[in-house]
T-cell receptor
Framework: GAVVSQHPSWVICKSGTSVKIECRSL??????MFWYRQFPKQSLMLMAT?????????EQGVEKDKFLINHASLTLSTLTVTSAHPEDSSFYIC????????????FGPGTRLTVL | QKEVEQNSGPLSVPEGAIASLNCTYS??????FFWYRQYSGKSPELIMS????GDKEDGRFTAQLNKASQYVSLLIRDSQPSDSATYLC??????????FGAGTRLTVKP
């Protein structure tokens, strides 16, 4: 149980384009979803927290107009990187907490974004 | 002081030995504690959670919690090369306010 999927697993795009990443909870309802970014050999960095039907809460220093988060249902959240640039190249990972074990985060497999 | 502190390592142990990973946290009101394992290039996977003082065992893994000392540890018995990974300590201060340590890199040498 508690399986989280992400799509795509990797994406390469040109500078200036937008990229959408999907995060789905497959066997539970995710009341809260989290988006993290991780650069090579560095620790997880929380970007934002989103609750279903509400606006996401962004961490300090994360541009909400650049990283658009939509948590439209209890099983789906999306992260759109708008006007991507090479410095946005990173490993993006989502996690989710459910309606029962609300304090445990289950991670998706991650999406590796490369911006050329 | 960081909210969750771990030695970055690398921690190197021979195969079959016990690996001991440590973590301290700053918020005395923290309620739940987690260990995640992250292989290189992969996302974190949950190993164990612990809520009460004392030990909790799951197979070769034992989590230890001491709230008075604000200390959490993970012991891995009979370490295997496949245990080589970065281990993340996570502390939940209240619902959905989870803080991660920077992780300890463990290498188990055959």
């Amino acid at each position: 149980g508690a399986v989280v999927s992400q799509h795509p697993s990797w994406v390469i795009c040109k500078s200036g384009t937008s990229v959408k990443i999907e995060c789905r909870s497959l066997d539970f309802q995710a009341t809260t979803m989290f988006w993290y970014r991780q650069f090579p050999k560095q620790s997880l960095m929380l970007m934002a927290t989103s609750n279903e039907g509400s606006k996401a809460t962004y961490e300090q220093g994360v541009e909400k107009d650049k990283f658009l988060i939509n948590h439209a249902s209890l099983t789906l959240s999306t992260l759109t990187v708008t006007s991507a640039h090479p410095e946005d190249s990173s490993f993006y990972i989502c996690s989710a907490t459910g309606t029962t074990k609300t304090d445990t985060q289950y991670f998706g497999p991650g999406t590796r974004l490369t911006v050329l | 002081q960081k909210e969750v502190e771990q030695n970055s390592g690398p921690l190197s142990v021979p195969e079959g030995a016990i690996a001991s990973l440590n973590c301290t946290y700053s918020d005395r009101g923290s309620q739940s504690f987690f260990w995640y394992r992250q292989y290189s290039g992969k996302s974190p996977e949950l190993i164990m959670s612990i809520y009460s003082n004392g030990d909790k065992e799951d197979g070769r893994f034992t989590a230890q919690l001491n709230k008075a000392s604000q200390y959490v540890s993970l012991l891995i018995r009979d370490s295997q090369p496949s245990d080589s990974a970065t281990y993340l300590c996570a502390v939940n201060r209240n619902n959905n306010d989870m803080r991660f340590g920077a992780g300890t890199r463990l290498t188990v040498k055959p």
